[in-house]
């Protein structure tokens, strides 16, 4: 369970050290991953990127410092789910990739046995509407994404450990509460029979249209929630045709539906996870939004804690315009700091925090700067060339404004020097702040 004291240490915690973000699009599907935290950070004193606004929970999952945005009630699709995305990368720029975890519709068929409460991890994104027709059949022509190689290999370490007895049924039940049982209805129709608003046989206690029921064999509670690997349909509007969900699941592979995941995989590399609330088809299936939900947090927190390998391993993408946001939102604060300090000891406190954040802010860019000049060095395609050096440039000019800003600061050191007497205990502090300036300005 989530501790929601402060931890001791979180104070010297850089926001350049949390590397995993974790995307909620509904309320109901956030209620139950902030369970996962083992320890919840203050994120008070957070320094946004500009116009970013989102809400966020920051803390530890497992070894990893995860982000997790706070949902805003009644604003979904796939551009809300890219904001969110991109605006967190404008407050948390060194994310190496996110998760999105929420519910999904399922797609079950002869091979997949996936069932209410199950939970699928997307090898594949796949933009299933945005397609055309040629001689060989249909065909995808938006990008099919797939998840970065240090979440494929902890799929297949989870798999393993699945494999060899870990209870996931256990798991959810000691997380969740007597309120949040799980449901104990779960009726597959066959896909010729449609949803009837006023006397659908989904909506009655007991079944009533038997031979529209689609056989299944009970499963024992040991294997109550099982965990499938495929394809993620993805689209703007929801899946709600059981035949046309067959007809994608047979053509494409998709093991289930969604509605944000391409959008956010289209520009940062991301896991989708979904637990299944429903089956595609028009029928309701009450109770089971939030049990899916749990069920979906439950198994992304075990694949984080098979992940052995440093995150800060994997690439960094944050986009020029993300980096731009985020140093926009720090000269912001920086300033804004300084008008508030109320005597020379309490700008001295400010103006050498604001120097650790610059200093910090200017190595990221450094980092970006270096692994696109490599990129460009070995580029032989000239767009692909000339797109690299336009992000170089933009970086650098980047670098200028952290500069520039860190000149003013300079500028207000030598005020305070000038202002105090010489030999006297602020005067010395002064004098070593604008040697650090100096030397970190040499570098």
Known sequence: MSRLKPSPHEATISQLKYLIGWICIHPSEYYEAVKMFDEIH???????GRDDNNSYVIGRIGDHLVVMNCPASGIYGQSRAANIASDMRSTFPGIRFMLLVGTGGGAPSNKHDIRL?????GTQVIPYQKRKVTVDGDEIISRIATPPAILQSAMTRLESKLRQGLALHETI????????????????????????????????AKVQALGSICPRESRNREDSVKVHQGGVGSAESAMKDACRRDEYAGLLGILC?????????????????????????GHAYDGWHAYASLAAAVCTKELLCTITD???????????GELERW???????????????????????????????????????????SSKLY???????????????????????????????VNALRDRVDQQVERHPKGS????????LRNRIDGWMRW
Not at 333 to 349: K, L, N, P
């Open 375 to 405: 990129l460009l060095r070995s580029q032989v395609d000239p767009e692909n060339a000339r797109q690299l050096s336009d992000s170089v440039a933009a970086m650098k000019r980047l670098q200028k404004d952290l500069q520039n800003c």
């Open 310 to 320: 440093v995150a800060s391993r994997c690439p960094l993408e944050v986009t020029p």
């Open 425 to 432: 205990e602020m005067y010395e502090s002064w004098k070593l």
């Open 117 to 121: 409460g199950d939970v699928v991890y």
């Open 257 to 281: 539906y969604e509605t944000e995941a391409h959008a956010i995989m289209e520009t940062v590399s991301c896991l989708t996870v979904c637990g299944i609330s429903e089956y595609c088809d």
């Open 42 to 48: 203050d994120s008070t004193r957070l320094i946004r």
């Open 173 to 204: 039940e000691n997380i969740g509460s007597p309120s949040l049982s799980r449901p104990t209805q779960d009726r597959l129709y066959s896909a010729g029979y449609t949803h009837c608003a006023s006397h659908c046989d989904c909506l009655s």
């Open 327 to 369: 140093l926009q939102g720090t000269r912001e604060e920086v300033y804004r700091s300084i008008r508030q300090a109320t005597d020379s000891h309490d700008e001295y406190q400010i103006i050498d925090r604001n120097i650790e954040i610059i200093i910090e802010r200017y190595g990221l860019v450094h980092e970006v700067v």
